[in-house]
């Protein structure tokens, strides 16, 4: 039973370029949320998507954006590349709303922005 | 004031060691998590709390609901426990819940 895979793994971008981050959830998982973890912090919530749609948002700017296919693998879109978005990205599967389901992560996506 | 702090920051200790890790809260809460983050970012999840005390192998995790503070400890310590340890809290309804993540405690144990 595979878990969560991200890819790439690793991801060199300019500033101003465009990226697109995948995650396919575990199986069974219908649920998929990204988070962004800078160096040396604890990860920050980007969105979850649900039944492909965006359930819920944290405090990241519209150049974040996101998707998510009805196979419940997702994408994580950043337009306009900042020096600042070079981080961990993280992905997380789980079943809706279901407070006793345990998290499961991906590996996770280090993009650096040069 | 971040919603999840966690304490120390850093902890170095030495093999067989009891160690303790805090984890205050200011939100409502439907869970806490436990998570173990390795050197190159895998995210491994230890425990998941709502009340009480859990224990698995070594570890063990507590949880007080009115007091909003969460505690890991890990007995007879071992140079594999070294890793990133952060606590994250469950909030948000029906319409879809969240994570909020501490900084993570940086544990080293050496031998």
């Known amino acids: 039973d595979a878990g969560v895979t991200q890819s790439p793994t690793h991801l060199i971008k300019t500033r101003g370029q465009q990226v697109t981050l995948r995650c396919s959830p575990k199986?069974?998982?219908?649920?998929v949320s990204w988070y962004q973890q800078a160096l040396g912090q604890g990860p920050q919530f980007i969105f979850q998507?649900?039944?492909?749609?965006?359930?819920q948002r944290g405090n990241f700017p519209d150049r974040f954006s996101g998707h998510q296919f009805p196979n419940y693998s997702s994408e994580l879109n950043v337009n306009a590349l900042l020096l600042g978005d070079s981080a961990l990205y993280l992905c997380?599967?789980?079943?809706?709303?279901?407070?006793?389901?345990?998290?499961?992560f991906g590996n996770g996506t280090r993009l650096t922005v040069t | 004031k971040n919603e999840v702090e966690q304490s120390p920051q850093n902890l170095t200790a030495q093999e067989g060691e009891f160690i303790t890790i805090n984890c205050s809260y200011s939100?409502?809460?439907?869970?806490l998590h436990w998570l173990q983050q390795h050197p190159g970012g895998g995210i491994v999840s230890l425990f998941m709390?709502?009340?009480g005390k859990k224990k698995h192998g070594r570890l063990i995790a507590t949880i007080n609901i009115q007091e909003k503070h969460s505690s890991l400890h890990i007995t007879a310590s071992h140079p594999r426990d070294s890793a990133v340890y952060i606590c994250?809290?469950?909030?948000?309804?029906?319409?879809?819940?969240?994570?909020?993540f501490g900084e993570g405690t940086q544990l080293t144990v050496n031998p």
């Open positions: 997380a599967s789980s079943l809706v709303d279901r407070y006793n389901s345990p998290l499961h």
């Open positions: 199986s069974g998982h219908d649920t």
């Open positions: 998507y649900y039944e492909e749609e965006e359930r």
């Open positions: 939100v409502g809460i439907s869970a």
């Open positions: 709390l709502s009340s």
């Open positions: 994250a809290v469950r909030s948000g309804g029906t319409s879809g819940s969240r994570l909020t």
